[in-house]
Nanobody
């Protein structure tokens, strides 16, 4: 599975961005899809995941209520709608995929995109 993120950019605090992750090579309909992020000097951290069987969704506490993950299996694409952005959301955002039945740790995801930069100014 090849993953390509897009939609990052520079936005003021309080603004919104919508990230997209386009998959190719395989259909993602039976993959758990996730978003992770890595800020400078920090480890890559979990942001959100969405399951394939029941569409179960999990969010990191830091983004709950502000971010929304969704998927369009027909388009082989996953999205991350980010609202009420804060400067601490500044990071490179990565899309990831796994064929596991359950996953939330970055070590459990086998496929990764190259990332897209999100910068939130104060």
């Amino acid at each position: 599975v090849q993953l390509v993120e897009s939609g990052g950019g520079l936005v003021q605090a309080g603004g919104s961005l919508r990230l997209s992750c386009a998959a190719s090579g395989r259909t993602i309909s039976r993959y758990i899809m996730g978003w992770f992020r890595q800020a400078p000097g920090k480890e890559r951290e979990f942001v959100a995941t969405i399951g394939w069987s029941d569409g179960s969704i999990y969010y990191a506490e830091s983004v709950t209520g502000r971010f929304t993950i969704s998927r369009d299996n027909a388009k082989n694409t996953v999205y991350l709608q980010m609202n009420s952005l804060k400067p601490e959301d500044t990071a490179i955002y990565y899309c990831a995929a796994t064929g596991r039945a359950f996953a939330r740790s970055r070590d459990e995801f086998a496929y990764w995109g190259q990332g897209t930069q999100v910068t939130v100014s104060s």
